[in-house]
């Protein structure tokens, strides 16, 4: 048992889903330090302040240790559930019944499964497709990854991307803090992007909010909330139009832009084959994508096949890309044309197209330079198009997966198994890479559209991989949708969904008001977990047992020339002593439910455990058992949790082809989307069969700039700003706010307050460390504002996730406020695509009285 | 001379039974058949909705469809050419994994 050890102990840091290597010292069964594991690839050795803080986590007096029942049946943001403790056989009992009684309509569960620190997403999700719903909840964020994902997996072929900060001597983040406050293997990217930095590597930095990343940057240039994509189809003019920086063998051989597209936009096709076609400028004649004689496919001219003119993609996408001169795009963006211009030229000329380098005796394209985008342009109205053209600007001088440019993260792998991208429809990528064989995210083909039978109506957005932003709009009105059912019963995570999931906070208290019976783990009482009929408690990272340790070791590791690693997690103290595993207790529900061998059977699947190893249905394993066997069957008999304590973590060296694989993806990758026409109509038709009249002016195969609806509010008046969202790196990933180092930190740095610009809050007669009125369409609340010149005039910034207002947090309760709180939630505010909700909302400041 | 039947039962996990309206059934197929036959016959009797849901194209089964035949992988069986057999068949369609 983890009582009986001392000194320094290896596992995994779970203050947030990256999953550091970390040591933790203990002495007679307390924790008393954690410090980096220097062997840990991942991290060597270092921690952001946050992981430095777990200690104060684990240790939070106000922890969950026993389950507990609400007796107060009123639930509500202010209702006091009134808990009782009670035994496990109790609280189990009641969730048995529970679910029971939706047995033979199991779509009336909903699982929310996001918790990414360790094993219990996987598990839950299992748990949910085993017991028959269609409604299990993925992600946390209403915006984060909506789009990123999709699209990486389609355009690049891994899980996420990545700048090569090895190689690369341009790089820009457009409403991204990468490496610098935020995203995967985060504490390892950040000494490279120092280290880059340094090296003499340019970074730009375009944000509405000039942040931690800015503060980095060589060039911080602030943006219009909402209109990335008019600055990126600006960006790709000038390359295109009119300097000429693009990659043409890279776009002839290995992208769609030589695929001829007719009148209608739509790929001309081999009659017989239904092959996209091309012309062979070296014959003159027509093809198909794949024929074996093709050597010189065009990308400009128009071609007459079967009487119809076919011209080639790229030749559209630089007519379409005419339209955003930068002096256009000066009006929508307030980016001055000539730095347009600038940039677009520096970028140009540092992707050194034709260049070539050799890595360890491969000569491979040299393209060091790389656009990286993240939640802040996924969250808007018309999300996707806000992003795809910033692809699009790394796609046109070939700089995908080649040293130097933007790399997909986890996309290959041949150790411990093998995995890789691979192409399918229309000779395209199609299927991403990932270690675990599980259904990745991605927006190409797509699905065709049916009639909703999902309560968040999947079947409507054919692109999108996840939906659970429609649950608030659904439960308040699905007559429209011919949905004749209600969710009723939620299992969830300790993830604190009410907060971070979801938007209009009024909307989703009365979705959680609606659900019948709702259960779930807790650390803390948060405020999802008021609305909790059972509560379940659940260890701190340092008291559990995880084969999957967090996304760098699986979706987001570190790009390149870095090595594969794996870890798994184990206590360093037991827990308290009514606490049992989180695997345990659904594994004891399974059971009882009588899916345990399905559950078994889709774990067996997602973890690859094989024989031996694989799970028998007529068994049941410790959460410990399963993690080794688990363990044992990747890395072989002798690499159990013995090994792992002593050893930490399995490091493994990746090839050329494993860090920089472009050059052998045998596809084609997009950059014209033809897909999107296909499911826009068939969407149409099932929406009129529907009765329903929705906008779906997304579905093009070329990006336009979408305004948000805050653009257009903001014109008429009635609101004179625009309130974005921004990370902080203490911050960053969730489950700290209740930490009283982390506190400190926030308070220490303002971090509760709100971002404004100092010249337009003079004007409004608002002084530094002023309480204010923030109102948005759907929210009033008090704010403390703190006055820079470092926010473009029109924004207000609003950091973190704050405003907690259960008593079960009391460091944290009362501090800063929500931001998602105040998004507007309906369908005017939801991307057609990806379902990400609109993250720019008008607001108004005023001094309080 | 009319081809013998066996009797299989399928199994539905994920979004299926929300669709199929129940979370088993028991098909007679005749002997011999696959997984694709099996898929076809599902494709009559519930349409489109199960159709559009399963293939992605003609053939080819959305990637986030697991099937398993007697409690394996039918993709390591042949796929969709994999035999039935006297096999239980489980029928997965899985939610994609996310981020963020």
Known sequence: MATTQQGWLLTACGMCYIGCGVRVHVEDGVVTAIEGNPDNP????????????????????????????????????????????????????????????????????????????????????????????????????????????????????????????HYANYCILVGTQFAISARGSYNHIALDMAEARARGMKLVVIDPVGGYAASKAHEWIPIRPGTDSALALSMLHVLLNETGHYDEPFLKNKTNAPYLAGEDGRYLRDPESKQPLVFD????????????????????????????????????????????????????????????????????????????????????????????????????????????????????????????????????????HQWRPEGGTDGMLEDGGHILPLPHPKAFPGRKPTTPIRMDL??????????????????????????????????????????????????????????????????????????????????????????NTGSAAHSIPPCGEEEFHWQVRQPVVDPPRDLIQPQDVIVEIADRVGVLGDLYRLLNHTYIIKEPYTLQPDRRYPASEIVERTAKSWFGEDHGLKWFR???????????????????????????????????????????????????????????????????????????LIAVHFKFPFVYGGYGNENPWIDELCENTEAYSVLMNESVAKAKGISNGDTVWLESPVRKVRARVKLTQCIHPEAVGVGGHFGHVSPGMPVARGKGISFNALLPTDLDHIDMISTALDHCVQVRITPTA | MQPSSTSVRVKFMGDLPALIGQRFLVLHMPEGSTVGDLLAQLSSDYGDAFTHRVFSRPGALHHYILIFVGGRNAKELGGLAALLGNNEVEVVMLPMFEGG
């Open chain 1, 42 to 165: 991942q991290n060597r050795g270092r921690m952001c302040a946050k992981g430095k803080a777990g200690i104060m986590t684990h240790y939070n007096p106000h922890r969950v240790q026993h389950p507990l029942r609400r007796t107060n049946p009123k639930k509500g943001l202010d209702e006091d559930p009134r808990w009782q403790q009670i035994s496990w056989r109790e609280a189990i009992d009641t969730i048995i019944a529970e679910l029971n009684r939706i047995r033979e309509d199991p779509k009336k569960l909903l699982v929310q499964a996001w918790e990414a620190v360790g094993d219990n997403m996987f598990w839950l999700k299992a748990f949910g497709s085993a017991f028959g719903t269609p409604h299990i909840m993925n992600a946390a964020s209403p915006t984060c990854g909506k789009v990123v994902h999709p699209v990486e997996f389609f355009s690049g072929g891994g899980f996420h991307q990545q700048p090569d900060l």
């Open chain 1, 458 to 547: 999947g079947e409507l957005f054919p692109l999108a991989s996840h939906f659970h932003t429609l649950l608030p709009i659904t439960t308040a009105d699905h007559r429209p949708y011919g949905l004749s059912y209600d969710l009723e019963m939620l299992l969830h995570t300790p993830t604190n969904s009410i907060l971070g999931s979801f938007g209009d906070i009024t909307m989703v208290e009365k979705f959680y008001q609606s659900l019948r019976f709702v259960a779930g783990f807790a650390i803390e009482i948060n405020e999802t977990t008021l609305f909790d009929d059972i509560v379940l408690p659940f260890p701190t990272y340092l008291e559990r047992y995880d084969f």
């Open chain 1, 281 to 416: 400028a070296a014959d003159g004649r027509i093809k198909t994508h794949d024929d074996s004689t093709l050597r010189d496919p065009a990308l400009s001219g128009s071609f007459q096949v079967d009487g119809q003119n076919g011209r080639p993609t790229f030749e559209l996408l630089r007519e379409h890309v005419a339209n955003y001169s930068p002096e256009k795009t000066e009006e929508i963006t307030t980016i001055p044309a000539a730095t347009v211009r600038r940039i677009a030229r520096e970028f140009g000329e540092a992707a050194s197209i034709g260049s070539t380098i050799t890595i360890d005796g491969v000569e491979l394209p040299y393209r060091p330079a790389c656009v990286d985008w993240a939640k802040g342009t996924q969250g808007h109205k018309h999300g996707f198009h806000q992003c795809w053209p910033l692809k699009l600007l790394n796609m046109v001088v070939g700089a995908v997966n080649v040293p130097g440019g933007i790399l997909s993260t986890a996309a290959i792998g041949k150790h411990p």
């Open chain 1, 646 to 720: 002593e050893h930490g973590v399995v490091r493994l060296s990746r090839d050329v082809e494993e860090s920089y694989f472009g050059p052998y993806l045998k596809a084609r990758l997009p950059i014209y989307l033809e897909h999107l026409l296909q499911r826009g109509g068939e969407l149409k038709t099932v929406l009129d069969q529907m009765g329903l009249n929705w906008d779906l002016s997304d579905y093009k195969p070329l990006s336009d700039w979408m305004p948000c609806p805050s653009y257009h509010a903001i014109r008429k008046g009635e609101f004179d």
